[in-house]
Every structure is written in C-alpha cells, then in structure tokens.
C-alpha cells in the first residue's frame, strides 16, 4: 500500500467523523429549538374553563337515546 493512499484514507476518515460530529451538534440545536417552541405553544394555552359546582348541564350523558 502506497503512503499516498494511506495518508488519504486518513484524511478520509477525519472528515467523515467532522462531518457527523458537526451534523450530530446541529441535530441537538434543532432539536433543543423544538423543545423550546414546544414549551412557548404549551404556555399559550389558554387554562380549560372549571365547572362551576353543582351545574347539571353537561354533567351528564343520556345514553338512552
């Protein structure tokens, strides 16, 4: 094997490994984004209306029909 070729084959592999290196790092910042968008979307909710006690209407399912 030719020195050539093993010093390519080298230089081959350092630049695959960068390159899943800096694609992995920005597959975390991406998904670090989402959590973060998906956290604001949670907060924005607006809180689901409490019954007041004792109210009849809609607190029952007729199932006779």
């Given amino acids: 094997m030719d020195i050539t070729a093993i010093a390519s084959a080298a230089s081959a592999n350092a630049s ?3 390159q899943s290196q800096a ?3 920005v597959l975390k910042k ?3 984004m989402q ?3 998906a956290a604001l979307l949670l907060q924005a909710l607006p809180q689901p209306a409490r019954p007041t006690p004792g109210a ?6 007729d199932t006779f029909a």
Avoid: N, R, W, Y
């Avoid at 009849?56 to 399912?61: K, R, S, Y």
């Fill in 16 to 18: 695959t490994q960068l």
């Fill in 23 to 25: 694609s992995l790092l």
């Fill in 30 to 32: 991406a998904m670090e």
């Fill in 35 to 37: 959590q973060t968008q």
């Fill in 56 to 61: 009849v209407v809609g607190g029952t399912i």
